[in-house]
């Protein structure tokens, strides 16, 4: 059973920084392609970041272009999403999602076969 547990958010300024985690148990992380997402209220879960399996390709939504930096450290089973600079906007339930198949199809929420429980980004002006 694979399991996917996020970790890191919080309540927040605008400006600062939070580094969120992933761990993954049940089986290596280097056998999925593995993104972020977040759902603000009343808004439907979208794509933040997405990175391949070997670490050496990534994806980032245009929002988080230059702010947030998506990463895995295979060795310890974990994907990182930093978070530099952060808005109100950023302000949502992010959650860690894994893709078993290799092909790059990334960026829709049914592209992903495991889901984190989520963990809340909380950022005040």
């Known amino acids: 059973q694979v399991q996917l547990v996020e970790s890191g958010g919080g309540l927040v300024q605008a400006g600062v920084s939070l580094r969120l985690s992933c761990a993954v148990s049940g089986r290596t992380v280097s056998s999925y392609i593995m993104g972020w997402f977040r759902q603000a209220p009343g808004k439907e879960r979208d794509v933040v970041a997405v990175i391949a399996r070997s670490g050496s390709v990534t994806y980032y939504a245009d929002s988080v272009k230059g702010r947030f930096t998506i990463s895995r450290d295979n060795a310890k089973n974990t994907v990182y999403l930093q978070m530099n600079s952060l808005k109100p906007e950023d302000t949502a339930v992010y959650y860690c999602?894994?893709?078993?198949?290799?092909?790059?199809?990334?960026?829709?929420?049914?592209?992903?076969?495991?889901w984190g429980q989520g963990t809340q980004v909380t950022v005040s002006s």
């Open positions: 999602a894994a893709r078993v198949s290799p092909v790059w199809m990334v960026r829709s929420t049914n592209d992903y076969d495991y």
